[in-house]
Structures are given as structure tokens and as C-alpha cells.
Nanobody
Framework: VQLQASGGGLVQAGGSLRLSCAASGRTFSSTDMGWFRQAPGKEREFVATIKWSGGGTYYADSVKGRFTISRDNARNTVYLQMSSLKPEDTAVYYC?????????????????????WGQGTQVTVSS
């Protein structure tokens, strides 16, 4: 699986952005997907994940209620809709694909669980 993230940019606090992650490879529809982010001087952190079927999602507390992860398996694309953005959301955002196919109910939140990573897209939120 190869991943290409896009949609980042500069936005004012309170604004919205939608990130996209296009995947190549026939296994996309059988793989849980996630978004992570890394702010300057900080470690990369989990943001959100979605089950392979699109039937379940899980969010970090810091983005819950503001961000929405979704996927379109017909287009091999996963999205991250970000609303009510804050300056602390400024980071490079990465999409990633889990190693396991057709996983069960567990939500993967650790970097080590993800095998494939996109190149990252910069999101900057000005105050």
C-alpha cells in the first residue's frame, strides 16, 4: 500500500480543513486506516482511526467532537475533516495503514501497529 496525503494548508483559528489520503493497492478496503500528527519539537501522536469497513471510528480526546475521519473504499481514499481548528492543531499530519487485514473490534492507536505511512501534509492554524 502506498499512501499520498494532501489538503493541508494555512487556516485561521476556528476554521476548517479536509485532509485526504489516497491509497494505491488492492488491500485498502481490508485495512484499518489512521491519522497521526507531529507538532514541532514533539513526538508523533495518534489523532483518529477508522475500521476497514468504515463501521467504527476512534478519536484522541484532543480532537473528539471537532475532527471526523471517514473513508471511501471505492475511491481508495480516507479523509480527515477538521473543524474548529486551534493553534495547537498545527502539525504535520500523516495517514497510515494498519498491518492487519479484516481486523476485529480493536482500535489501533499505536504507531507500531501501522505498517504503511504517507509523506505528511502540513497544517498551520494561526491565532
Amino acid at each position: 500500500v502506498q499512501l499520498q496525503a494532501s489538503g493541508g494548508g494555512l487556516v485561521q483559528a476556528g476554521g476548517s480543513l479536509r485532509l485526504s489520503c489516497a491509497a494505491s493497492g488492492r488491500t485498502f478496503s481490508s485495512t484499518d486506516m489512521g491519522w497521526f500528527r507531529q507538532a514541532p519539537g514533539k513526538e508523533r501522536e495518534f489523532v483518529a482511526t477508522i475500521k476497514w469497513s468504515g463501521g467504527g471510528t476512534y478519536y484522541a480526546d484532543s480532537v473528539k467532537g471537532r475532527f471526523t475521519i471517514s473513508r471511501d473504499n471505492a475511491r481508495n481514499t480516507v479523509y480527515l475533516q477538521m473543524s474548529s481548528l486551534k493553534p495547537e492543531d498545527t502539525a504535520v499530519y500523516y495517514c497510515a495503514a494498519v498491518k492487519t487485514y479484516y481486523s476485529g473490534s480493536y482500535y489501533y492507536r499505536r504507531e507500531v501497529d501501522y505498517e504503511y505511512w504517507g509523506q505528511g501534509t502540513q497544517v498551520t492554524v494561526s491565532s
